[in-house]
């Protein structure tokens, strides 16, 4: 949606595009020369797969992977990749920043207007992936459920009048 806001011809989840019949792009700028090809993942840094690389590198972890898995197979075509990596809790990768730009540059107009759509990008970028957070959160809840769960104690009195007075203090 932010590619076409700034006049680019773009698709989301393109087929036949790659010569692979098993990979389809997330988001692919058409161009006349060559295609811009991307794939998108949400890590969670504690992941531990990626957390030895993240924490030396935000976002590192998975944009390799992503780079290892896309390469072979975008460079022969010679269309250009970029895998854009946010992780869990909102920092998004360099690539991802770099895409960003590129789809800004293309948009033109005014720096104040450019300034202006980075803002609004960002927090639409930034909004989708809270909600792929809230999606990890609530596929994973903290409070056991079912048979055998087990309930704390309230800290609380059950009825109003069970509850102690308030100490008032005199001034």
Known sequence: MLARMAGLS???EVRNLMLHPCMRPDVAILEALR???TDVRTVVGADPRYCAAATVFPGHG?????NEAWLDHTTPQGDAFLALCHEAGG???DSAYDFLGMIIDS???SASDRMA???YALQRLHAA?????AAV???RPVIRTGPGAWCPPRAWPEAPGDRPPLARHQF
């Open 117 to 119: 759509f980075n803002v």
């Open 137 to 139: 959160i609530n596929s």
């Open 91 to 93: 920092h998004m990768g």
């Open 129 to 133: 992936n809270f909600c792929g957070v």
């Open 62 to 66: 998975a944009a390799m992977r992503k």
């Open 10 to 12: 773009c698709g989301k």
């Open 35 to 37: 295609n811009t090809i």
């Open 107 to 109: 948009a033109g107009g």
